[in-house]
């Protein structure tokens, strides 16, 4: 079955430190796609990132990079320099077998960002 | 702002009852999800519709219903409401039905249970 574990329950850093968020998931499917997404303190899910089973390049926007590895299932998240605004939970999600396109979601991780 | 709406935002009301919560898609969007997120379950798949019919079911339970209209908004109907439905959920749209779809979350409804 389908599973994402974000061993990282909580992480707190100072503002400017670079920190990884780590994603580990168990798929069957040869063609899927993990997702990220962020939940500021006002509740709201805000999607990041789509990834597809077959591309593996690391993807890098602004302050946020994405590392996917097939080899050790993962798909780890690195914020650098990190800011205030960055505090949030985020989640790492896959999507769920066959034709339907529901997500199966980690339990997050809360990064906390001190000034 | 991811496009989706959802309403309303805060619901309050007591066990045994009844309430809908409402959600309207992206503007071309024909798939919505229905999510829910409570402390000890974390985010968990409801129920998908697409383009009015029911396409996948997750962990929904017998007291709860959805519906997708013509007009593609849906409505989650939750019945018989018990202190443990008290949680935040969330709908979400995409364009397609499958995995291939972003799906783009509303800023969710808050139901407490008293």
């Known amino acids: 079955a389908q599973k994402v574990t974000q061993a990282q329950t909580e992480i707190s850093v100072v503002e400017k430190e670079d920190v990884t968020l780590d994603c580990v998931y168990e798929?069957?499917?040869?063609?899927?796609?993990l997702f990220w997404y962020k939940q500021p303190p006002s509740g709201e899910l805000v999607f990041l990132i789509r990834r597809n089973s077959f591309d593996e390049q690391n993807e890098i926007s602004g302050r946020y990079s994405w590392n996917f590895q097939k080899s050790t299932s993962s798909f780890n998240f690195t914020i650098t320099a990190s800011q205030v605004v960055d505090s949030a939970v985020y989640f790492c999600?896959?999507?769920?077998?066959?034709?339907?396109?529901?997500?199966?979601f980690g339990k997050g991780t809360k990064l906390s960002v001190k000034p | 702002d991811s496009g989706v709406t959802q309403t309303p935002k805060h619901l309050i009301t007591a066990t045994g009852q009844r309430v809908t919560l409402r959600c309207s898609p992206r503007s071309g969007d024909l798939s919505v999800y229905w999510y829910q997120q409570s402390l000890d379950q974390g985010l968990q798949f409801l129920i998908q519709y697409y383009n009015g019919e029911e396409r996948a079911k997750g962990n929904i339970l017998e007291r709860f219903s959805a519906q997708q209209f013509p007009d593609l908004h849906s409505e989650l109907n939750l019945s018989s409401l018990e202190l443990g439905d008290s949680a935040l959920y969330f709908c979400?749209?995409?364009?397609?039905?499958?995995?291939?779809?972003?799906?783009?979350f509303g800023p969710g409804t808050r139901l407490t249970v008293l």
């Open positions: 999600a896959l999507s769920d077998g066959g034709s339907q396109g529901n997500l199966i």
């Open positions: 979400a749209s995409s364009v397609g039905t499958g995995v291939e779809g972003t799906q783009y």
């Open positions: 798929t069957r499917d040869t063609t899927y796609y």
